[in-house]
């Protein structure tokens, strides 16, 4: 596991608000967000929690830098530690950074290779209202992460500090824009022959046969490449900061403006290292970005044509306007009266002028975006190119599935037409099937199920592997995932043969035991059966407007929810609401995201769970059976 924080040396970007709004935005994808913790907080709603600790924040008027503290705690690819798990690690690293009693929303984020919790905790004390910056907390994770490892048994990773900070962030930019930086460039170019440079005149030569120069800068120095990109020099390597090459070199000296000589090579934003020839590739993402830079350029000159029309037709009819007044009007106070009405609309036409023009080049700018060559890829992935998906899967990044996976045996189908709904493609090439409450992973040689998995997105993971992969595969995971896979297998007859010999015994058990009429003492090949509940009356309409009434009331300063009977279709994990007591009979109200979900429940249920506090998880059957969940609380 690794903890990082990110810093926001912008106070807009520190919006507590802002930043809580987009952790817990799914952006249209099922897979991204998962389970949302909210702690030393009286609401227990993110977007009502997040507007209390603004509240919380305004209450200092000190304090001049951010005041929201945002951690991420990423986990080993293939690694879904259990929601006690988290909550407990959550609550350590919180104690170890001072701000165990902070307000803060925990996000559970499921949409890259790496599961990862983002913490968006209120640096302001919720009741002293001082503010808490923890000092050189870099140092305390690689400690926490080392005890965290062990307490809870995660995969070990390496938590020394190698990099300096820059390099940290040169790393992370070549990660996420899939372009070499011009730090990791000139480590992997002319660092070692910077290093054995003996004077400044040799120093100053090997830069400019790579293009590059050296300059001061405040208390440093930095390097260029003559395009504009500025970098410290120690961010290169440490022994190349100012007082390093002035302790080896003697006292900086600047280059020869004289010396003429041409470089020898020079940096370009290239592809980073891959397991495949991209050229042809990225001559189509430059093609591609010129014509968006082309088209963005025409279409901002276009808004701004129309905005000095717009400007000159409201200042041309507010002149005829003044022209009017002075010619047929009298009386000096009437005309300066008429005068000023004037002036006050052609403000407000501009006003709103500008304000147009605003929306207009806002919406230019995200219709012809700048995409980075990892974002184009994915981009021409989810289109349907199939060599840009290559190209994703081929990075160095990109690491292989782990956990509960199924994979091919033998020669995969890689032609294979995936009918499944494609929710989502990470910067590594997986692709994120949706799959009703589940999504099914596939990074190209196996598939992953995760996240409270249904028999039904094990069922679409199998069909998935039986298009891609033929009709024998290989299951990994724990044995209560293989046993699962098995009876769904079975369950549904699909043609599939297991490479474990043991597997595929208790598929061919389980598919004779199908087959024999069911009674009430014979499991069914999902698990033991239940006793239908009895049948219950839907809530009528009424009841869905009165309750859906008193639910927008008790919402109405946040956001209006959308409520609904429930279906079948809505079976899965719920959090719980209410039960009331209606003239028709007893309703349960369960929510999920943004939806309100009406159950109708008999006497049983409605005392059973009258004590229950918001918030908590149950899952919901198809029938409308409901079960509390231990130890789950939203």
């Not at 991420?72 to 950074?97: N, Y």
């Not at 974002?375 to 992935?381: N, S």
């Not at 927008?552 to 719980?576: H, N, S, W």
């Amino acid at each position: 596991m690794i903890i990082k924080h990110v810093p926001m040396r912008s106070l807009r970007k520190s919006n507590v608000v802002s930043l809580v709004d987009y952790l817990t935005n799914t952006q249209g994808r099922q897979e991204r967000v998962g389970e949302i913790t909210i702690s030393n907080c009286h609401s227990d709603r993110p977007d009502a929690a997040s507007l209390e600790m603004l509240n919380t924040q305004s209450l200092n008027t000190r304090a001049k830098s951010d005041k929201t503290y945002h951690l991420i705690i990423s986990f080993r690819p293939g690694e879904l530690p259990s929601a006690q798990t988290l909550r407990a690690i959550e609550a350590r690293v919180c104690h170890r950074l001072g701000f165990g009693e902070y307000q803060r929303v925990s996000v559970l984020h499921h949409d890259t290779n790496n599961v990862h919790l983002h913490l968006a905790i209120n640096k302001i004390h919720p009741t002293r209202y001082t503010l808490h910056e923890p000092y050189k907390a870099y140092r305390a994770f690689g400690e926490l992460c080392d005890s965290l490892e062990e307490v809870f048994h995660l995969e070990r990773d390496h938590h020394q500090v190698r990099k300096t900070s820059g390099e940290n962030r040169a790393s992370d930019m070549e990660r996420q824009a899939g372009t070499e930086s011009l730090i990791g460039w000139m480590q992997r170019e002319c660092l070692e022959d910077l290093r054995a440079a003996r004077t400044w005149v040799e120093l100053h030569q090997v830069l400019r046969h790579h293009g590059l120069a050296i300059q001061p800068r405040g208390q440093g120095l930095v390097i260029t490449d003559g395009q504009g990109t500025f970098v410290r020099a120690s961010s290169v390597a440490r022994d190349l900061s100012k007082q390093s090459l002035e302790r080896r070199l003697g006292r900086f000296q600047p280059s020869d403006p004289v010396q003429t000589a041409k470089p020898t090579r020079r940096y370009e934003p290239k592809p980073v290292r891959s397991r495949m020839d991209t050229q042809a590739l990225y001559a189509r993402y430059q093609q591609d970005r010129l014509v968006r830079a082309q088209g963005r350029a025409v279409a901002m000159q276009e808004a701004r044509s129309r905005k000095a029309q717009h400007i000159d037709a409201a200042k041309r009819a507010g002149q005829i306007k003044r022209d009017t007044i002075k010619l047929t009007m009298r009386g000096r106070i009437t005309k300066k009266l008429l005068y000023m009405k004037v002036s006050q609309t052609l403000r407000s036409d501009l006003r709103q002028i500008v304000d147009r023009h605003r929306r207009d080049c806002a919406a230019i700018t995200a219709r012809y975006q700048r995409l980075t060559w990892a974002d184009w890829l994915r981009q021409q992935a989810l289109a349907g190119d199939q060599e840009a998906l290559r190209a994703l899967r081929a990075r160095e990044a990109a690491h292989g599935l782990t956990g509960d996976t199924i994979a091919a045996v033998g020669t995969r189908l890689v032609n294979a037409v995936v009918g499944a709904h494609q929710d989502y493609i990470t910067k590594q090439g997986t692709i994120i099937y949706r799959v009703g409450l589940s999504a099914v992973r596939d990074d190209g040689s196996r598939l992953q199920v995760s996240r409270e998995v249904t028999n039904e997105g094990i069922d679409a993971a199998l069909r998935l592997a039986l298009q891609k992969y033929g009709s024998t595969i290989a299951v990994s995971g724990s044995d209560e995932f293989q046993d699962r896979v098995v009876q769904v297998a079975a369950h549904a007859r699909l043609t599939i043969r297991f490479d474990d010999p043991t597997l595929e015994q208790q598929r061919q058990r389980y598919a004779r035991d199908s087959q024999r009429p069911s009674t009430a003492e014979t499991p069914s090949a999902t698990g033991p059966t239940q006793a239908a509940p009895p049948p219950l009356t839907p809530p009528s309409e009424a009841i869905l407007r009165h309750l859906a009434e008193q639910e927008r009331k008790r919402l109405q300063v946040i956001r209006t929810p959308t409520l609904r009977r429930f279906e079948a279709r809505d079976q899965g994990m719920v959090q719980f609401g209410a039960v009331e007591k209606t003239k028709d009979g007893y309703v349960a109200l369960l929510h999920r995201r943004d939806e309100t979900l009406v159950l109708s429940i008999d006497e049983a249920t409605f005392k059973q769970f009258a004590s229950l506090k918001r918030g908590h998880s149950l899952r919901v059957s198809s029938t409308g059976a409901i079960r509390l969940v231990r130890g789950r609380r939203r």
